[in-house]
């Protein structure tokens, strides 16, 4: 099974600021790589596909990066409602294993 | 609108089964592949299991395989999950998650269904 490894586990942030996630793979994936972001009780969403695609309807303060074996999820001048669980996804090869999970919590 | 709906779940004592169905609307569901992933109390996504549109491939995280099966009736709209032999590890929302043409990342999910598995 290819494994995701996602860092860091939590992060604190003002509104405003710039973050960023990483995501590295235990062997290569190509761009076979999806972000998602979940708040408290709800389902996960979209936001990235194919590494670097926005799905529709995503602002464009979001961005992600990589191919291979590590990649990014970054999120320029952070708004109220982005503070929330992020994770990212190889759908390269089953099993699709998601990553750890990152906390981004208001500082 | 696109949408879909869990429902199924409930509380069951180890050892017992249930069977999850995901109702989809708003897009032809026979041309999709569909997952099932869960997510534990607090913990992250875990994903469970994956059937092509045509129900010709079939795959299962080695954590379930054996105990749960996936199916789907296009005719009906929708996906299933049978889970048999269940643990207390087992206990999650458990969401259906269509797999989106073209990416083959997970673009649409239902609101989840609570499965609760204790004595």
């Known amino acids: 099974a290819i494994r995701i490894t996602q860092s860091p586990s939590s992060l604190s942030a003002s509104t405003g600021d710039r973050v960023t996630i990483t995501c590295r793979a235990s062997?290569?994936?190509?761009?076979?790589l999806a972000w998602y972001q979940q708040k408290p009780g709800k389902a996960p969403k979209l936001l990235i596909y194919a590494a670097s695609t926005l799905q529709s309807g995503v602002p464009s303060r979001f961005s992600g990066s990589g191919s291979g074996t590590d990649f990014t999820l970054t999120i320029s001048c952070l708004q109220s409602e982005d503070f929330a669980t992020y994770y990212c996804q190889q759908y390269y090869s089953y099993p699709s294993l998601f990553g750890q999970g990152t906390k981004l919590e208001i500082k | 609108e696109v949408q879909l709906v869990e429902s199924g779940g409930g509380l069951v004592k180890p050892g017992g089964s249930l069977r999850l169905s995901c109702a989809a609307s708003g897009f032809t569901f026979s041309s999709y592949s569909m997952n099932w992933v869960r997510q534990a109390p607090g913990k992250g996504l875990e994903w469970v299991s994956s059937i092509s549109s045509s129900s010709s491939y079939i795959y299962y995280a080695d954590s379930v395989k054996g105990r749960f099966t996936i199916s789907r009736d296009n005719a009906k709209n929708s996906l299933y999950l049978q889970m048999n032999s269940l643990r207390a590890e087992d206990t999650a929302v458990y969401y259906c998650?269509?797999?989106?043409?073209?990416?083959?990342?997970?673009?649409?999910w239902g609101q989840g269904t609570m499965v609760t598995v204790s004595s």
């Open positions: 998650a269509r797999v989106a043409i073209g990416s083959d990342a997970f673009d649409i």
């Open positions: 062997q290569g994936i190509s761009s076979y």
